[in-house]
């Protein structure tokens, strides 16, 4: 079983930064999927960025250029630097894990978000104008 914590959520002013931590427990064989997915109230579950085993990164469009996503497989942990926050990237964010494959495109994976086999429970975003 795999458990993932996320924490760093807060609230910021637009052009400021987070950085958002995801703590895996539990064995996570390779290869393997780790992504970020973020939900605003009212929209569906989207992908915002992703990495796999090999290290291979993928982003939203939406994201390119602002967010960065990296792993460190010694702590066990996911991360996503978030810079040049705008007030659209307000949402609950969530850390999710596919075990046994790499990543998709960043669209697959947000038509198929429910694929994911493991996911944390969020944290949340705010970003203020």
């Known amino acids: 079983q795999v458990q993932l914590v996320e924490s760093g959520g807060g609230s910021v002013q637009a052009g400021g930064s987070l950085r958002l931590s995801c703590a895996a427990s539990?064995?996570?064989?390779?290869?393997?999927?780790m992504a970020w997915f973020r939900q605003a109230p009212g929209k569906e579950r989207e992908g915002v960025a992703a990495?796999?085993?090999?290290?291979?990164?993928r982003y939203a469009d939406s994201v390119k250029g602002r967010f960065t996503i990296s792993q460190d497989n010694a702590k066990n942990t996911l991360y996503l630097q978030m810079d040049s926050l705008k007030p659209e990237d307000t949402a609950m964010y969530y850390c999710?894990?596919?075990?046994?494959?790499?990543?998709?495109?960043?669209?697959?994976?947000?038509?198929?978000?429910?694929?994911?086999?493991?996911w944390g429970k969020g944290t949340l975003v705010t970003i203020s104008s």
């Open positions: 539990g064995y996570i064989r390779r290869p393997y999927c």
């Open positions: 999710a894990a596919d075990l046994g494959q790499g990543c998709a495109t960043i669209a697959t994976m947000s038509l198929f978000y429910y694929g994911m086999d493991y």
């Open positions: 990495i796999d085993s090999d290290g291979t990164t």
